[in-house]
């Protein structure tokens, strides 16, 4: 039975997608290495910061099978999913509630370390928008929740596999060109998140790497001028 390609993921989208893997496995070896490199595990995390306002933005006004609206699944949904008779393209019931916990908890990864310590000489760019105790405790909410990730990070590369291999359904490519071949009934291809869409996505995406690097905050006072040496 021949099979047409139909437009699934967006280019923003697909950018979006495979930005976040590779900077957080670089956040994720630069936070374990530490040392010198974690001020670069901390400017990544503002990088992430940026790519998940983009995100959120990119689910409202992106093309069709990128917005929360078509996706966010409802228990009709998953139930007709589970009797296999959901037939749509893009995220499927189950994908889509994986993807929407992946990104709740890289927001919460991203705004607890934004805020967190070391204790040694590492703060976070909104440090002082808390005290120490609090610090303390979203720094320590920080490290733990690296193990929710793994999980669902593993759960996710799981489910792919299993598609793969088992269900015969390639999920990685279409991430990478877009397109996907579909039997009867084609579903329509996806419509919308033109360039007006990308440049809102855009600039609230840098708007929120600004606040996160502290653009809100006050500037700390001038340090006090040297002592001139006495002249004897």
């Not at 021949?2 to 437009?7: C, I």
């Not at 901390?42 to 940026?50: D, H, S, T």
């Not at 000489?121 to 610090?135: H, I, N, Q, R």
């Not at 990685?172 to 809102?200: C, D, H, N, W, Y």
Request: aromatic share 10%; with cysteine.
């Amino acid at each position: 039975m021949s099979k047409k390609q139909v437009r699934v993921w967006d280019l923003p989208l697909r950018v979006f997608h495979w930005s976040l893997v590779l900077l957080t496995l670089a956040v994720f070896v630069s936070g374990l290495i530490g040392g010198n490199l974690i001020v670069w595990h901390g400017r990544l995390g503002v990088a992430i910061a940026g790519l998940l306002a983009f995100r959120l933005v990119w689910g409202i006004v992106g093309s069709t099978y990128a917005r929360f609206a078509h996706f966010v699944p409802g228990p009709g949904r998953i139930a007709a999913y589970l009797r296999g008779q959901w037939r749509d393209a893009g995220h499927n019931p189950l994908g889509a509630l994986s993807a929407l916990g992946l990104l709740a908890v890289m927001i919460f990864q991203v705004a607890s370390g934004l805020v967190s310590n070391d204790d040694i000489a590492f703060e976070g760019p909104l440090y002082a928008l808390v005290s120490k105790s609090t610090s303390d405790w979203m720094s320590s909410l920080h490290r733990l929740n690296i193990w929710v990730i793994g999980g669902l990070v593993g759960l996710h590369v799981l489910a792919i596999l299993y598609y793969v291999h088992v269900k015969k359904d390639d999920l990685v490519k279409p991430m990478i060109t877009g397109v996907k071949a579909f039997s009867e009934p084609v579903p329509r291809p996806a419509q919308g998140g033109g360039l007006v869409s990308f440049v809102v996505a855009l600039c609230v995406s840098v708007a929120t790497v600004w606040v996160a690097t502290g653009g809100l905050l006050d500037s700390p006072p001038p340090p006090p001028p040297a002592q001139a040496a006495p002249a004897w």
